[in-house]
């Protein structure tokens, strides 16, 4: 038996990079994935990856920083899967780098949207989808760039710090509940996203 059997998943960003690694990795370990990420085209590469190796999976194009796509998200997770077992919020986005001064206020709150507050509202939905379950897993990453800040990374190591504080504090909100929350900090991995 594979070690996620029976599971349904959600990868946000799992178009590629480590999304896409993830992705695979859940279909590979018998996982059916629900793939979510902004680029279309990037997402029906994964899906066809999953596919061609055996897995099950299904795309949805979305952007998981706006609430009413993150319901359809998990609509449609229940609708192909019937259930959510694992979530792993992984899309981010940074969008300046640079001097502290030089960031445009639409920069800093774009990227904290893109990595904060989509987190924040996938595991609102995710939490209250897998509470009519029998509970859940949701992994959130996180960077290092968190842990001691990041010297012309500003806005990306405060939403990330962000990330840290909110999978702590959801993890001793609904542990009990048998959702179990944690968040991983990948150190620098050579993807698409970083070149």
């Known amino acids: 038996m594979k070690l996620l059997e029976h599971r349904s998943s959600i990868v946000t960003g799992g178009g590629q990079g480590i999304g896409r690694a993830i992705s695979q990795i859940f279909a590979r370990e018998g996982a059916s994935v629900l793939i979510t990420d902004i680029d279309r085209e990037k997402g029906l590469e994964t899906l066809h990856l999953i596919e061609e190796a055996g897995g099950t999976a299904v795309f949805y194009e979305g952007d998981v920083s706006q609430e009413s796509c993150v319901q359809e998200m998990i609509s449609i997770v229940i609708e192909h899967f019937g259930k959510l077992d694992i979530a792993c919020n992984n899309a981010a986005l940074s969008r300046q780098m640079g001097p502290l001064e030089s960031y445009t206020l639409e920069n800093f709150n774009e990227t904290l949207s893109k990595c904060l507050t989509n987190t924040w509202l996938c595991m609102k939905h995710e939490v209250k989808a897998m509470g009519s379950s029998n509970g859940g897993t949701i992994v959130n990453l996180s960077s290092n760039a968190a842990r001691r800040g990041q010297a012309f990374n500003s806005a990306y190591s405060a939403a990330k710090s962000g990330v840290n504080a909110?999978?702590?504090?959801?993890?001793?909100?609904?542990?009990?509940?048998?959702?179990?929350?944690?968040?991983?900090?990948?150190?620098?991995?050579r993807t698409p996203g970083l070149e």
Do not use: D, M, Q
């Not at 909110?166 to 991995?189: D, Q, W």
């Open 166 to 189: 909110l999978t702590k504090s959801a993890a001793a909100e609904y542990g009990s509940k048998g959702i179990r929350i944690n968040a991983v900090s990948p150190g620098v991995i």
